[in-house]
């Protein structure tokens, strides 16, 4: 072992053997990999090995495409077996939502070039003899699923990386990781100390320990999980003999059951519903490879679905049953990247499925250590997602619930209750008080939409109860004025005298003059977007930005990474220090005069105006003319003890202009009825800013900044794709987002989000199509959205539907 490497990687289960062998990939080779057991000595060695390519996000689904095609490559270069059996899949729905989730998954997986296919439940009997086919109403076939055995896998990742010059030392545990003063690290090992300039932590179910020593709380809880091994069963073998192949790998969503052959058997794996968190604090080090006790009675609700579904598991013995723990995130994706504040320290792990995704999570890794970028989007397995507020008993919370809803469809309008309230405003019991149904914004409880007294939300992919409702919402807005809650925007104050060359610099579009705002992209060095905001200028030093709330620490760890120390500016995320209420609609600025003595008409307080202090009411707060809804409207931003005594204000100004509250999802339909895009939807680090429609917010002309290279090639060429926005021939089901979008019969492109608009009373949806599919302009094509397998006629939307010239907004 040498005294110095470039990068240690902590942990050799199957993600840190794959990001060591990605990092050779990438020509770094002074890397090593430190395991205090033998390779695969924490959830690794006992995982049933299964894959398959469909994720709930379309970016880990190619990732965990990605993981699969790699099996043979590693194969092939380490010259150890994985193991690899390809024996196709099938997705059995026994209900309606989940026959219309699979439908979705399906169009899903048609832009994505995936090969699923929906089939009779003759063919899938045809494909699969054991199963009761009067038991279910769907299936989907998948050609790319199957099993590898993991202790090959890994051992194939680490002897690939081996080849190419890394160094693997098993029996060598790792006791601290200690920060240097010359930006590297001191790896304190139980056979000395290595200086390293990157570590990497993918201590799997030790990750949380590891990352405990340089101050981290990773969200993620280990919980166990149970599989068992049938003897033999005549089923499968006459199967085997007759069609001279395995038998499918089969995930059984309403039995939350996978299952995959074993020898001449079957493997059943099930998510409980109640499942058990193992070690919720600390995980031993002396846990070694060794299986937990079984508890199959907490199985015997699964198995007895399972039974009926598949009756010849009433006759197998079972001849083993494993259990064992694993690793979650509480959305149960991955957790990896760079930690803000910790030079060169990153992590990868809470990675629930490191068959299917272990791959992908090495490729992103070894990219963004060595080109600083992930190279594609991360977002949905970002460490950033989750800010300082997911504790660890939020962590068990959610865990837990995500865990017993593993194969439980998750409808687009349903909110999840676990782990909440966590983060309110002062507001909150008021807009509870006015019937407010809440959603979770990552963390933070906001209205999602106001219900009379005994009406809630049904879950469905369908239009639901909401929908009368959330229509008058829109109306009180486009007809007078409505008020509803902004502070789970991010909110940061960039302050100094370097402050406005700084924003310059981060921000594609020009910084605005004093007491005025801008819209602005932030582009990566590629040009490409990862992020949208609003700049105002309150005096020549002091600046208030305002973006995705969910984002916040995504994006104040890019605004740390490009702080200089000497520049002159500091970065502040306001957090909850910062509350917010918005007004919007015709009568806004009669109600906003009758709280203030400040001159508020159309010509002293014009379109993207911003006061940074102005007497609303009894508070002082700082007011922006701007509204996501695309009407006349008001920004207005107070401490939070000021928050209700605004909100007390201007209700009482606005009772007689017939004020009404709005949630988010009336937000949603006005901002869509404008063709603005949102942040995680239309707006990711895929998409190019001329290709998503920010075009006229890029300023190529003032200078330099971040991306303006990629941004002036991306104007050159012409973007390659562009969004749109369709008005769609629904039914009772709107588009929700990655839905194929097919032209004159031909799968193009995809939605990124959709809905109904209230206001001009249609369906719409907007996404990416290549910029080729637009020549024809809006004649002559025949578009179709395809939503819940049945493809819609659509027509492409070029302007918006509500104020089209901005009139309205200016007014
Ligand atoms: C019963 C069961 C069935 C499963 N089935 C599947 C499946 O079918 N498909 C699928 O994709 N996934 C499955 N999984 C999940 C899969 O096992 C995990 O996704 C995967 O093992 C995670 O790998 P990892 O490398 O992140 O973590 P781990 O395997 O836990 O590896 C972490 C490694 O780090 C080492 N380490 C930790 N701290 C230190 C230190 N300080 N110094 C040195 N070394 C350290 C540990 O010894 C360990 O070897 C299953 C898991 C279980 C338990």
């Given at each position: 072992m040498k005294s110095h490497y470039r990068v240690i990687v902590i942990g050799g289960g199957v993600v840190g053997a794959s990001v060591l062998y990605h990092l050779t990939k990438k020509g770094w080779t002074d890397v090593a990999l430190l395991e205090r057991l033998e390779l695969t000595a924490g959830s690794t060695w006992h995982a049933a090995g299964g894959m398959h390519t469909v994720n709930g996000d379309p970016n880990v689904a190619k990732l965990q495409q990605y993981s699969i095609n790699l099996y043979k490559e590693i194969e092939a270069i380490s010259g150890q077996s994985v193991g690899l059996h390809m024996t196709e899949g099938l997705m059995l729905a026994a209900t309606k939502p989940r026959w219309e989730w699979l439908k979705n998954v399906h169009s899903k997986g048609r832009y994505m070039g995936m090969q699923l296919e929906l089939v009779s439940l003759d063919e899938a009997a045809r494909l699969l003899p054991i199963m009761d086919k009067t038991q279910f109403v769907g299936a989907m076939y998948d050609p790319i699923q199957g099993h590898v055995d993991p202790n090959g896998t890994t051992h194939a990742f680490a002897g690939s990386a081996r080849k190419a010059g890394a160094e693997v030392f098993t029996h060598t545990r790792v006791l601290d990781t200690k920060p240097r003063a010359d930006g590297g690290w001191d790896v304190v090992t139980d056979k000395g100390t290595i200086v390293a300039e990157h570590v990497v932590n993918c201590g799997g179910l030790w990750a949380r320990e590891v990352g405990r020593w340089v101050g981290l709380e990773l969200p993620i809880l280990a919980m166990e999980h149970q599989y068992l091994i049938t003897e033999d069963m005549p089923e499968v073998i006459d199967f085997n003999a007759k069609a001279g192949m395995m038998m499918l790998h089969v995930v059984d969503f309403d039995g939350e059951i996978y299952m995959r052959q074993e020898r001449n058997g079957m493997?059943?794996?099930?998510?409980?519903?109640?499942?058990?968190?193992?070690?919720?604090?600390?995980?031993?080090?002396?846990?070694?490879?060794?299986?937990?006790?079984?508890?199959?009675?907490?199985?015997?609700?699964?198995?007895?679905?399972?039974?009926?579904?598949?009756?010849?598991?009433?006759?197998?013995?079972?001849?083993?049953?494993?259990?064992?723990?694993?690793?979650?995130?509480?959305?149960?994706?991955?957790?990896?990247?760079?930690?803000?504040?910790?030079?060169?320290?990153?992590?990868?792990?809470?990675?629930?499925?490191?068959?299917?995704?272990?791959?992908?999570?090495?490729?992103?890794?070894?990219?963004?250590?060595?080109?600083?970028?992930?190279?594609?989007?991360?977002?949905?397995?970002?460490?950033?997602?989750?800010?300082?507020?997911?504790?660890?008993?939020?962590?068990?919370?959610?865990?837990?619930?995500?865990?017993?809803?593993?194969?439980?469809?998750?409808?687009?309008?349903?909110?999840?209750?676990?782990?909440?309230?966590?983060?309110?405003?002062?507001?909150?019991?008021r807009w509870l008080d006015k019937g407010a149904v809440m959603g979770d914004s990552w963390g933070l409880e906001a209205p999602l939409w106001f219900a009379p007294p005994g009406v809630k939300d049904e879950f469905s992919f369908h239009r639901s109860t909401d929908f009368p409702h959330v229509k008058a919402e829109c109306a009180a807005v486009r007809d007078a004025v409505g008020i509803s809650d902004t502070s789970s925007f991010a909110k940061y104050e960039i302050a100094g005298p370097g402050a406005e060359a700084w924003l310059s610099r981060v921000f594609a579009n020009r910084t605005p003059r004093t007491g005025r705002m801008t819209l602005?992209?932030?582009?990566?060095?590629?040009?490409?977007?990862?992020?949208?905001?609003?700049?105002?200028?309150?005096?020549?030093?002091?600046?208030?930005?305002?973006?995705?709330?969910?984002?916040?620490?995504?994006?104040?760890?890019?605004?740390?990474?490009?702080?200089?120390?000497?520049?002159?500016?500091?970065?502040?995320?306001?957090?909850?220090?910062?509350?917010?209420?918005?007004?919007?609609?015709?009568?806004?600025?009669?109600?906003?005069?009758?709280?203030?003595?400040?001159?508020?008409?159309?010509?002293?307080?014009?379109?993207?105006?911003?006061?940074?202090?102005?007497?609303?009411?009894?508070?002082?707060a700082a007011v922006g003319r701007i509204s996501f809804t695309g009407d006349l409207g008001y920004e207005i931003w107070v401490k939070p003890e000021h928050h209700v005594a605004l909100f007390d204000a201007i209700w009482a100004a606005g009772e007689e202009f017939g004020i009404r509250p709005f949630g988010s999802r009336a937000l949603m339909s006005l901002s869509r009825e404008k063709g603005f895009g949102t942040w995680t939807r239309e707006f990711r680090p895929i998409y190019g800013p001329f290709e998503a429609g920010l075009g006229r917010f890029v300023d190529l002309a003032k200078g330099d900044f971040i991306g303006r290279a990629a941004a002036v090639a991306e104007k050159q060429a012409g973007p390659a794709r562009q969004r749109v926005g369709f008005v769609v021939d629904a039914d009772d089901a709107d588009a929700i987002g990655d839905e194929a979008v097919w032209k004159d019969g031909k799968v193009v492109g995809w939605i990124t989000s959709g809905g109904y608009c209230h206001h001009a009373g249609c369906s719409y949806a907007s996404g990416y199509v290549p910029s080729e599919t637009l020549a024809g302009g809006t004649d002559g094509a025949k578009w179709e959205i395809e939503i819940l397998g049945e493809r819609r006629t659509a027509r492409l939307q070029i302007d918006p539907l509500f104020d089209p010239t901005g009139a309205k907004a200016r007014a």
């Open positions: 493997l059943l794996g099930t998510y409980e519903r109640h499942g058990v968190p193992w070690s919720p604090k600390e995980t031993p080090w002396e846990f070694g490879p060794t299986l937990l006790p079984d508890a199959l009675d907490r199985m015997a609700d699964n198995l007895e679905v399972g039974f009926r579904h598949f009756p010849a598991f009433q006759r197998a013995g079972i001849r083993k049953i494993v259990n064992g723990p694993f690793t979650f995130a509480p959305d149960g994706n991955p957790i990896v990247g760079p930690i803000a504040g910790q030079k060169n320290y990153w992590v990868a792990c809470g990675v629930m499925a490191g068959f299917s995704q272990g791959g992908g999570v090495g490729l992103a890794l070894s990219n963004w250590m060595a080109d600083g970028d992930p190279g594609f989007d991360v977002w949905a397995m970002d460490v950033a997602r989750y800010g300082d507020w997911a504790t660890r008993s939020y962590t068990r919370a959610k865990v837990v619930e995500n865990y017993g809803r593993r194969f439980r469809v998750r409808f687009p309008n349903e909110e999840l209750p676990a782990g909440r309230p966590l983060r309110t405003t002062p507001m909150y019991q602005s992209p932030m582009l990566n060095e590629r040009g490409k977007l990862i992020g949208d905001f609003t700049v105002a200028k309150a005096s020549d030093e002091r600046f208030f930005v305002f973006g995705t709330g969910a984002a916040e620490k995504y994006h104040m760890r890019w605004f740390r990474q490009h702080l200089q120390a000497d520049g002159g500016v500091t970065v502040t995320a306001l957090g909850l220090g910062l509350v917010g209420l918005m007004i919007a609609g015709p009568r806004a600025r009669d109600v906003l005069a009758r709280l203030t003595d400040d001159d508020v008409s159309a010509k002293a307080f014009r379109f993207l105006d911003f006061r940074p202090q102005m007497e609303i009411g009894l508070v002082n």
